[in-house]
Nanobody, 126 residues
Framework: VKLIESGGGLVQAGGSLRLSCAAS????????MAWFRRYLGKERQFLAG????????YYADSVKGRFTISRDYTQNTVDLQMNNLKPEDTADYYC????????????????????WGQGTQVTVSS
């Protein structure tokens, strides 16, 4: 599946942004979906994940209560609503897809994902 992120940009601290990940090539019902971010020179960091059915969501402690992941099966998209943004949220944000497996889903492990978008940059000014 091909993933394309959009919605990044510059926002002041306390503001909000909504990132969107558009999938093409396959329906996202076949995938667990997640958002990661990467600081310059660092490894990708898990932020939020949503199961293929949409019944389960998972969040990193650093974004719990501020970020919300959702998926739209008709649009074949996965969104990340980010509220109360902080300067430390400044990073490149990536959408990722993991094929549904009988062995389960390691939500926070980047190695468990099969497809990645090209990323979108988020900058939060203080």
């Amino acid at each position: 599946v091909k993933l394309i992120e959009s919605g990044g940009g510059l926002v002041q601290a306390g503001g909000s942004l909504r990132l969107s990940c558009a999938a093409s090539g396959r329906t996202i019902t076949a995938y667990e979906m997640a958002w990661f971010r990467r600081y310059l020179g660092k490894e990708r960091q898990f932020l939020a994940g949503i199961s293929w059915s949409g019944d389960s969501t998972y969040y990193a402690d650093s974004v719990k209560g501020r970020f919300t992941i959702s998926r739209d099966y008709t649009q074949n998209t996965v969104d990340l609503q980010m509220n109360n943004l902080k300067p430390e949220d400044t990073a490149d944000y990536y959408c990722a897809a993991a094929r549904v497996r009988t062995t389960g889903w390691e939500t926070s492990n980047p190695s468990g994902y099969d497809s990645w978008g090209q990323g979108t940059q988020v900058t939060v000014s203080s």
